[in-house]
């Protein structure tokens, strides 16, 4: 019950147990006995949770509604651990913090290569180095800033960030936000797509777990659905499509499958079953606790599982030809995904007796593949960004809205075919991921970073 009454659908359940029963009408449950006394927790959103032993006689569990209003006033609690200041959240959830601290959400505020697209610099701190967001459209601080630095006040320069909002995307922000509205999708960013709520006094935990009794903490199912991570994850920048993340879900067979982005991003890794031992947590089943790396693993075993590559070669009078198939499979979205200049790169070698590569008749590789592979066989998936001049690769903000877009969609193949010297006896095929275009690793003088997701060879028969 509440202060007013009875209170009908909150979810009771024994704590750290998987079972739960709703109250009816008139606020009553019935849950199977236990021989030893178990403490009771009961939430619904909207509440505080709530929780008690069993053995009490009578047993009332009451629910203190949240505040109304969200407080701007409020002050964001650090993640790093510090005794002297007894809610940061690494003093208690150490494991998560370790996972956290290796996530690029982490790092959203002071990537290196992130803030040298933003403030114009290079590698080595060189100012007016090839692109500057912050240079050419300070305009768009604002919007960086809503998804990378969401704490940081809407004209900060993400470069001369301190204190809490110089994590970026910390835990505090995000247990903070109650919903999230889907109503302008791609053009309302980062902290402005989402509800927060943020005391005037005492403290508020959203999260997933629905029986965690403080009585700071508070349910809300959001945090198992895709739509939590909207705002940040789809996005139309001056009139381009920089990120369609959550667009390519929608349109998905894991959305049809039921499956959500923290159904792969926030998988249990299986090794932790306490979210804060020794400081007031409970055992838990490790398959109940997400990660909050955002990759079970990492992202290459993420590209490896989902990144199927074949290839069937037949052998002719004056030529081998070879059809490859590439597959993205059991992924959410698109391949590659995230920031527009992601891209994927299928290589296709051929060689003969003496190892020297075969001539080529088929698709090749253009310079925006990098010049030491213009011109061999294969196929850049991407989207391609050009100015109105027709000139690419170039950064979003001097980019026309027109995106020319081949990237892998899951479960629909993508098959080419080449024709190789009759000699070849073997093949190389390699896909390769690449988070920025060469042209710009160069400029910037960032090291280079590329990743081999797929590396096989096939001999071929005569």
Not at 254 to 280: D, F, L, V, Y
Request: aromatic letters at 8%; hydrophobic letters at 35%.
């Amino acid at each position: 019950m509440d202060d007013s009454g009875p209170i009908q659908g909150a979810q009771v359940r024994y704590q750290g147990t998987p079972r739960f029963v709703l109250s009816n009408a008139e606020g009553r449950f019935h849950l199977p006995p236990n021989s030893d006394p178990q403490r009771i927790t009961a939430s619904k959103e909207g509440f505080f949770i709530e929780g008690a032993m069993s053995d009490l006689s009578p047993l009332t569990l009451k629910l203190k509604r949240l505040p109304a209003k969200d407080s701007e006033d409020y002050t964001w609690v650090d993640p790093t651990p510090n005794p002297a200041r007894h809610q940061n959240c690494g003093n208690c959830h150490k494991e998560i913090l370790e996972e956290w601290s290796a996530s690029s959400h982490a790092r959203s505020a002071n990537n290196r290569r992130f803030l040298n697209l933003y403030d114009g610099t290079d590698w080595q701190g060189r100012p007016h180095v090839g692109w500057s967001l912050r240079d050419e459209h300070p305009d768009g601080i604002g919007v960086c800033n809503a998804c990378h630095a969401p704490t940081a006040p809407f004209d900060a320069d993400l470069g001369n960030l301190t204190g809490v909002s110089a994590h970026g995307v910390h835990c505090d922000f995000c247990h903070k936000i109650a919903n999230a509205s889907t109503e302008r999708i791609g053009v309302t960013h980062g902290r402005y797509g989402l509800e927060l709520l943020r005391p005037n006094q005492g403290q508020i935990f959203f999260g997933s777990l629905d029986d965690v009794d403080r009585g700071e903490d508070s349910y809300a199912a959001l945090y198992h659905e895709s739509r939590y991570c909207a705002s940040c994850h789809e996005g139309v920048v001056f009139g381009v499509p920089v990120y369609t993340t959550y667009s390519e879900w929608l349109a998905s067979p894991a959305r049809q499958e039921g499956k959500q982005c923290q159904t792969c991003h926030m998988a249990p890794t299986g090794t932790m079953s306490n979210i804060a031992p020794g400081m007031g947590g409970i055992e838990r089943d490790p398959q109940a606790m997400g990660n909050h790396r955002f990759f079970d693993r990492s992202q290459a075993e993420m590209l490896r599982r989902c990144l199927h590559v074949s290839a069937e070669a037949a052998t002719e009078a004056d030529s081998v030809k070879v059809n490859v198939r590439i597959q993205a499979d059991q992924v959410g979205h698109r391949v590659p995904t995230g920031f527009v200049d992601r891209n994927l790169l299928l290589i296709v070698e051929a060689f003969g007796v003496n190892e020297s590569a075969m001539p080529i008749d088929g698709p090749r590789l253009s310079g925006l593949a990098a010049p030491s592979w213009k011109g061999k066989a294969g196929k850049i998936y991407a989207k391609r960004l050009t100015d109105f001049d027709g000139k690419g690769p170039v950064p979003f903000w001097r980019a026309r809205p027109d995106v020319e877009d081949n990237r892998l969609s899951p479960g629909q193949p993508d098959s080419s075919e080449w024709r190789f010297s009759s000699d070849t006896i073997r093949l190389r095929l390699r896909v390769i991921y690449r988070q920025f275009w060469p042209e710009t690793v160069k400029t910037k003088g960032w090291p280079v970073d590329d990743l081999a997701v797929v590396d096989q060879e096939i001999s071929i028969r005569h």
